[in-house]
């Protein structure tokens, strides 16, 4: 039975990252294990004494400071996960899920993925969380460390859960855009919706050959598939389609583009992810 | 590491680092002149080094958060080679400690850091303390009462200002009202002051450092003049350094890779070496202050060095008028901040070994002032107080059978060299017996002397007529296959990790 690893903070994505979750588990006949991580936040200090003397015995007297801080923020951040954990409980179970896990564990969300995600086969995780400013401009802070260091999809959820009936599948010709084409042929998630395989920037054979044979493998999985290629710049061609055609969701490769790339310009990935108000589903 | 997770050790915290760094440079600064007053040298040499250091760490060491600069452990052991050679030859061997930590953390030897227990290194720390209480007594020679009343009001001030506001470091506040009394009193002035500054002491640094090789020979001789002192560096810089790892380790509640800290340490005396300064390792004191005053990150260390030249440089003019009582002062809050008084005051509780341990590597230090030798010394009692602990786990019993003519011998626990002078006074050979068995199922042999101790046993109750019988020999000498490999046999080895 297919797992689906769901990473919440309780925040405001925290609903509909639940029904999104519980939509791909319905489709998939997947079983949902319920992430939270209390985040102790080793690399920040919570207090300042900055009289920069050295008292008698400072050292135990300061470990003990520290541990009673921490120990304190600790059982709070306890009783808040397990509040989260009934509220994503009882969402799963009204939404019919059957097998839900939900737990909690201590720290920080990239490097626990390491242990849960290869249980996963698909990882769901909100647009934003708990440090959302209401304008919405930037990312959550562990969606890009997320998205690369999974192996698997990971389904970006949106604000607001819609039905997914139009889907557009970014296609570039490259390992990770073939990898989302096969799965959404292979995999029961999206049957039922019309596909738009859409490829920007201008022509080449690698990109004409690839996009005949993507278009091949989704119509013999049984998709209604309508392919272009329209010259432009990916991020605009993109986010114009989108809104145009009413796209509920957006399938692509994530951060193929060079890291130096990404440093000085800014990664087409995250700028998409942050225009597009619909959902998406990554492919390393 | 990933490059993500570094940079967030860069920049996870920056408002708290930056703030922690200036605290730690306000405390480093007299601290670094004190330690280069120590050592022999001019105070630019402490101030070039604990720029260097405390910048090339913040970017190659791997415990963030932990502050490395000129520290006094490393200073005491660099007097006489300043005295007999002078300021070059120091400049060479600063980086040929860091070539040797390198060395070590490639190799891993770190490692045998386990091999310091604790007590040793509450003697270090201790040992320390003193060491650097004691060198400030030379600091009131010839100075009248005036220094006392000055190094008094000095500790009022840094005792006193945290109960009224904890937001300013206190020992800064000492330096400038002592400096500012100081200045205009007048008692600092002149070719014979009442209150000795600073600048009489040596210069500050006016430049940013620059790049120089040392200007000595490059042959064997001074290698084996600058040897002696570089690999007591070394070694003292990276237990130090450890030590004060696991520390902040402990405070941060996350781990770090003590062979990388060893490399970063090596890089940091490499580079202060090329650049004018003498050999550092982490601070216990600056780096709980940095903690204390919420510091985590790199970029707190690299702050506290920058901001440290910064304000040496810029305010050259007036550091050379800071009294030396000011400095007395600070370096006393360090040195009663460093020692450690739950040692002494739970003296009694522990058993009488650690303590001696303890004791033993005070006394040591103290007496040659090199940390290195206490250390040494400790480590070598510590072992030997182990053995003799357990060489006292033998415990033998008998049983007489029936017919009273055979005695079954059971020898529990460990046997070697220690515990077998006194194996053989366990039996009694004076009773007659036609049938003696030696039950050493539940023994432990770990060398040959245990294995030669039982073998006179035997002889000898063969001498009296008495028919031997050893049982249980192929459990007992598996703890010996591990070293003479003569017994080998299937599965032994598996079967050691039982033991």
Same mark, same amino acid.
């Given at each position: 039975?297919?797992?689906?690893?769901?990473?919440? $903070?309780?925040?405001?994505?925290?609903?509909?990252?639940?029904?999104?979750?519980?939509?791909?588990?319905?489709?998939?006949?997947?079983?949902?294990?319920?992430?939270?991580?209390?985040?102790?936040?080793?690399?920040?200090?919570?207090?300042?004494?900055?009289?920069? @003397?050295?008292?008698?015995?400072?050292?135990?007297?300061?470990?003990?400071?520290?541990?009673?801080?921490? @120990?304190?923020?600790?059982?709070?951040?306890?009783?808040?996960?397990?509040?989260?954990?009934?509220?994503?409980? $009882?969402?799963?179970?009204?939404?019919?899920?059957?097998?839900?896990?939900?737990?909690?564990?201590?720290?920080?969300?990239?490097?626990?993925?390491?242990?849960?995600?290869?249980?996963? $086969?698909?990882?769901?995780?909100?647009?934003?969380?708990?440090?959302?400013?209401?304008?919405?401009?930037?990312?959550?802070?562990?969606?890009?460390?997320?998205?690369?260091?999974?192996?698997?999809?990971?389904?970006?959820?949106?604000?607001?859960?819609?039905?997914?009936?139009?889907?557009?599948?970014?296609?570039?010709?490259?390992?990770?855009?073939?990898?989302?084409?096969?799965?959404?042929?292979?995999?029961?998630?999206?049957?039922?919706?019309?596909?738009?395989?859409?490829?920007?920037?201008?022509?080449?054979?690698?990109?004409?050959?690839?996009?005949?044979? +993507?278009?091949?493998?989704?119509?013999?999985?049984?998709?209604?598939?309508?392919?272009?290629?329209?010259?432009?710049?990916?991020?605009?061609?993109?986010?114009?389609?989108?809104?145009?055609?009413?796209?509920?969701?957006?399938?692509?490769?994530?951060?193929?583009?060079?890291? *130096?790339?990404?440093?000085?310009?800014?990664?087409?990935?995250?700028?998409?992810?942050?225009?597009?108000?619909?959902?998406?589903?990554?492919?390393? | 590491?990933?490059?993500?997770?570094?940079?967030?050790?860069?920049?996870?915290?920056?408002?708290?680092?930056?703030?922690?760094?200036?605290?730690?440079?306000?405390?480093?600064?007299?601290?670094? *002149? %004190?330690?280069?007053?120590?050592?022999?040298?001019?105070?630019?040499?402490?101030?070039?080094?604990?720029?260097?250091?405390?910048?090339?760490?913040?970017?190659?060491? %791997?415990?963030?958060?932990?502050?490395?600069?000129?520290?006094?452990?490393?200073?005491?052991?660099?007097?006489?080679?300043?005295?007999?050679?002078?300021?070059?030859?120091?400049?060479?061997?600063?980086?040929?400690?860091?070539?040797?930590?390198?060395?070590?953390?490639?190799?891993?030897?770190?490692?045998?850091?386990?091999?310091?227990?604790?007590?040793?290194?509450?003697?270090?720390?201790?040992?320390?303390?003193?060491?650097?209480?004691? @060198?400030?007594?030379?600091?009131?020679?010839?100075?009248?009462?005036?220094?006392?009343?000055?190094?008094?009001?000095?500790?009022?001030?840094?005792?006193?200002?945290?109960?009224?506001?904890?937001?300013?470091?206190?020992?800064?506040?000492?330096?400038?009202?002592?400096?500012?009394?100081?200045? !205009?009193?007048?008692?600092?002035?002149?070719?014979?002051?009442?209150?000795?500054?600073?600048?009489?002491?040596?210069?500050?640094?006016?430049?940013?450092?620059?790049?120089?090789?040392?200007?000595?020979?490059?042959?064997?001789?001074?290698?084996?003049?600058?040897?002696?002192?570089?690999?007591?560096?070394?070694?003292?810089?990276?237990?130090?350094?450890?030590?004060? %790892?696991? *520390?902040?380790?402990?405070?941060? $509640?996350?781990?770090?890779?003590?062979?990388?800290?060893?490399?970063?340490?090596?890089?940091?005396?490499?580079?202060?070496?090329?650049?004018?300064?003498? +050999?550092?390792?982490?601070?216990?004191?600056?780096?709980?202050?940095?903690?204390?005053?919420?510091?985590?990150?790199?970029?707190?260390?690299?702050?506290?060095?920058?901001?440290?030249?910064?304000?040496?440089?810029?305010?050259?003019?007036?550091?050379?008028?800071?009294?030396?009582?000011?400095?007395?002062?600070?370096?006393?809050?360090?040195?009663?901040?460093?020692?450690?008084?739950?040692?002494?005051?739970?003296?009694?509780?522990?058993?009488?070994?650690?303590?001696?341990?303890?004791?033993?590597?005070?006394?040591?230090?103290?007496?040659?002032?090199?940390?290195?030798?206490?250390?040494?010394?400790?480590?070598?009692?510590?072992?030997?107080? !182990?053995?003799?602990?357990?060489?006292?786990?033998?415990? *033998?019993?008998?049983?007489?059978?029936?017919?009273?003519?055979?005695?079954?011998?059971?020898?529990?626990?460990?046997?070697?060299?220690?515990?077998?002078?006194?194996?053989?006074?366990?039996?009694?050979?004076?009773?007659?017996?036609?049938?003696?068995?030696?039950?050493?199922?539940?023994?432990?042999?770990?060398?040959?002397?245990?294995?030669?101790?039982?073998?006179?046993?035997?002889?000898?109750?063969?001498?009296?007529?008495?028919?031997?019988?050893?049982?249980?020999?192929?459990?007992?000498?598996?703890?010996?296959?591990?070293?003479?490999?003569?017994?080998?046999?299937?599965?032994?080895?598996?079967?050691?990790?039982?033991?």
């Amino acid at each position: 039975m297919p797992n689906i690893l769901v990473c919440t $903070d309780g925040s405001a994505y925290a609903p509909s990252i639940y029904d999104h979750a519980a939509w791909a588990a319905q489709r998939l006949d997947a079983s949902i294990h319920v992430l939270h991580l209390v985040d102790p936040h080793h690399e920040t200090a919570s207090g300042a004494d900055l009289s920069g @003397a050295l008292g008698i015995e400072s050292q135990s007297a300061l470990m003990e400071e520290l541990v009673q801080l921490e @120990a304190t923020k600790a059982k709070l951040a306890h009783t808040k996960g397990r509040a989260i954990l009934q509220v994503a409980r $009882d969402t799963l179970a009204q939404a019919g899920i059957a097998k839900v896990v939900a737990d909690q564990k201590h720290g920080s969300l990239s490097d626990s993925l390491e242990t849960y995600e290869p249980e996963a $086969d698909l990882v769901v995780i909100g647009k934003r969380g708990e440090n959302t400013s209401l304008d919405f401009k930037h990312l959550g802070s562990n969606l890009e460390r997320v998205v690369r260091t999974c192996h698997h999809p990971v389904l970006v959820a949106s604000r607001i859960f819609k039905p997914v009936r139009r889907v557009l599948l970014a296609y570039d010709a490259g390992p990770s855009a073939n990898r989302a084409v096969d799965y959404v042929a292979s995999q029961p998630l999206l049957t039922g919706a019309s596909i738009h395989l859409l490829s920007a920037g201008s022509e080449s054979t690698r990109l004409t050959e690839g996009t005949a044979a +993507a278009k091949q493998k989704l119509v013999d999985a049984g998709f209604e598939v309508k392919s272009e290629l329209r010259p432009g710049h990916p991020i605009d061609v993109i986010g114009e389609t989108v809104k145009k055609d009413g796209i509920d969701l957006l399938v692509m490769g994530a951060y193929g583009h060079m890291h *130096i790339r990404h440093l000085l310009i800014g990664s087409t990935t995250a700028t998409l992810l942050r225009t597009c108000a619909i959902p998406a589903l990554l492919f390393r | 590491m990933s490059a993500i997770s570094y940079k967030q050790q860069w920049f996870g915290n920056p408002v708290r680092d930056i703030v922690a760094g200036a605290v730690v440079a306000l405390a480093l600064i007299p601290e670094a *002149i %004190a330690f280069s007053i120590i050592a022999g040298v001019d105070p630019k040499v402490g101030i070039y080094a604990s720029f260097c250091i405390a910048v090339v760490i913040a970017f190659v060491g %791997a415990r963030p958060g932990m502050i490395s600069a000129a520290t006094g452990a490393m200073a005491l052991l660099m007097v006489t080679l300043v005295k007999e050679h002078g300021l070059e030859y120091l400049l060479a061997a600063t980086v040929l400690t860091g070539v040797i930590q390198i060395i070590a953390g490639i190799f891993k030897l770190g490692d045998f850091m386990k091999f310091v227990s604790r007590s040793v290194v509450t003697g270090f720390v201790n040992a320390l303390a003193i060491l650097i209480f004691m @060198a400030q007594l030379p600091e009131f020679h010839g100075q009248g009462l005036m220094m006392y009343g000055m190094v008094a009001a000095g500790l009022g001030i840094i005792y006193g200002l945290p109960r009224i506001t904890k937001s300013v470091p206190s020992p800064l506040v000492c330096i400038i009202v002592l400096t500012g009394l100081s200045m !205009f009193m007048g008692w600092g002035a002149g070719d014979n002051p009442l209150l000795r500054t600073v600048g009489s002491m040596g210069t500050l640094p006016s430049t940013l450092p620059m790049f120089l090789i040392p200007d000595i020979p490059l042959n064997w001789e001074t290698l084996m003049i600058i040897l002696p002192y570089s690999l007591p560096l070394a070694v003292v810089g990276i237990l130090e350094s450890l030590m004060t %790892a696991t *520390i902040v380790d402990d405070f941060t $509640d996350t781990s770090s890779d003590k062979s990388r800290e060893c490399i970063g340490q090596g890089v940091a005396n490499t580079v202060s070496g090329f650049f004018g300064g003498m +050999a550092g390792c982490a601070m216990i004191g600056q780096s709980v202050i940095n903690v204390k005053s919420g510091g985590r990150g790199r970029l707190s260390t690299f702050c506290a060095g920058i901001f440290l030249l910064i304000l040496c440089v810029a305010l050259g003019q007036w550091a050379a008028q800071i009294p030396m009582a000011a400095l007395v002062a600070v370096m006393f809050m360090v040195s009663i901040g460093t020692f450690s008084w739950s040692s002494f005051k739970n003296i009694r509780l522990y058993n009488r070994s650690s303590s001696v341990v303890m004791i033993v590597t005070v006394l040591t230090t103290v007496f040659t002032h090199n940390l290195a030798a206490g250390v040494g010394a400790g480590v070598i009692l510590s072992a030997l107080f !182990f053995v003799f602990k357990i060489s006292q786990l033998l415990h *033998i019993d008998s049983t007489l059978d029936e017919s009273g003519e055979e005695r079954t011998y059971r020898i529990r626990g460990q046997l070697f060299f220690v515990s077998a002078g006194s194996f053989g006074d366990a039996f009694d050979f004076r009773e007659v017996l036609t049938k003696v068995r030696i039950d050493v199922s539940h023994a432990h042999f770990w060398d040959i002397t245990a294995i030669s101790a039982l073998d006179r046993v035997v002889l000898k109750f063969r001498r009296e007529g008495a028919e031997v019988e050893i049982v249980g020999l192929n459990e007992a000498s598996k703890t010996l296959v591990l070293r003479l490999a003569t017994h080998d046999k299937p599965g032994a080895m598996d079967e050691m990790e039982g033991h």
